[in-house]
């Protein structure tokens, strides 16, 4: 097992009960409208990459769209299996390392991710082998955001110290010390291995994806905002830089 399975396997069964919140409550539908908004409500085949506990599987999967989630950590593919089944959500898990998948050339029409780019050891290899596996005019939907952004530049500093300030004092929130070397080691610890940590996004993605062939088409800074609400985001202390790209092969 890799250091990035470790810390994955080591926060499925915590991440499966944040995924439960999100399931459970009426968030999934906010979610799952402003995903259909961007791909449509036609027959689709769609890879969800990095699934972890089988969000996007759960919301998306219907008699017209077949979902396939695909995620590197055995114990997040078993979290998402028994999701599926005990909600009784057809769509097929895999276990699979999206950077070098079995899967063969233009087989999918959408390919979706959320929160998983930043966590990759090659994203370089992993867009270019989603383009791969795109059908030509096929969407790639990638929801991300930058949490070590604050420990790497000024600008980013000023903002989170600010919204840190508001969101503790207007809330008592609890803010997640992403990357802090004392409060998160863990974290810490894998933020030093990875190829984004200090990259300034989604700039790096929207130039790379540019030369890949991939026509960036839209990119929205906060998205989440748009889903569960800014005041809400505070309240759970969610304050880090947040955005989502769509782009066409
Ligand atoms: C932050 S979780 C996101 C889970 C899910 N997308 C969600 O938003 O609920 C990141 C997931 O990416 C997976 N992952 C990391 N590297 C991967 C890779 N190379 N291939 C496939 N999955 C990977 C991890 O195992 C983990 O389940």
């Not at 998306?60 to 695909?70: E, F, M, P």
């Amino acid at each position: 097992m890799n250091h990035i399975q470790e810390y994955w396997t080591e926060s499925s069964e915590n991440y499966s009960k944040v995924i439960d919140r999100e399931y459970l409550g009426d968030e999934h539908e906010a979610w799952k409208k402003f995903i259909l908004s961007e791909i449509g409500e036609g027959e689709l085949n769609i890879l969800d990459i990095g699934t972890g506990p089988g969000f996007f599987p759960l919301i998306l999967s219907s008699d017209k769209r077949k979902v396939t989630g695909i995620d590197l950590t055995e114990a997040m593919v078993e979290q998402a299996r028994e999701k599926l089944k005990k909600n009784n959500v057809d769509a097929q898990i895999l276990a699979m390392d999206c950077q070098n998948t079995g899967f063969e050339d233009e087989t999918f029409d959408v390919i979706i991710c959320r929160n998983l780019v930043w966590t990759l050891s090659d994203p370089k290899k992993a867009y270019k082998e989603w383009y791969r596996l795109l059908k030509k005019g096929g969407r790639l939907l990638v929801f991300d955001g930058l949490w070590y952004g604050y420990i790497f530049f000024a600008d980013l500093k000023e903002q989170h110290a600010k919204r840190k300030a508001y969101v503790e004092e207007k809330y008592n929130a609890k803010v997640t010390p992403y990357g802090d070397p004392i409060e998160f080691k863990r974290d810490f610890d894998l933020m030093k291995t990875l190829f984004l940590s200090d990259k300034r996004r989604p700039d790096w993605d929207r130039q790379y994806l540019t030369e890949l062939g991939y026509t960036v088409e839209k990119i929205k800074d906060e998205y989440l905002d748009e889903i569960i609400g800014r005041e809400e985001r505070d309240k759970r202390g969610n304050i880090s830089p947040l955005f989502f790209i769509k782009a066409k092969k």
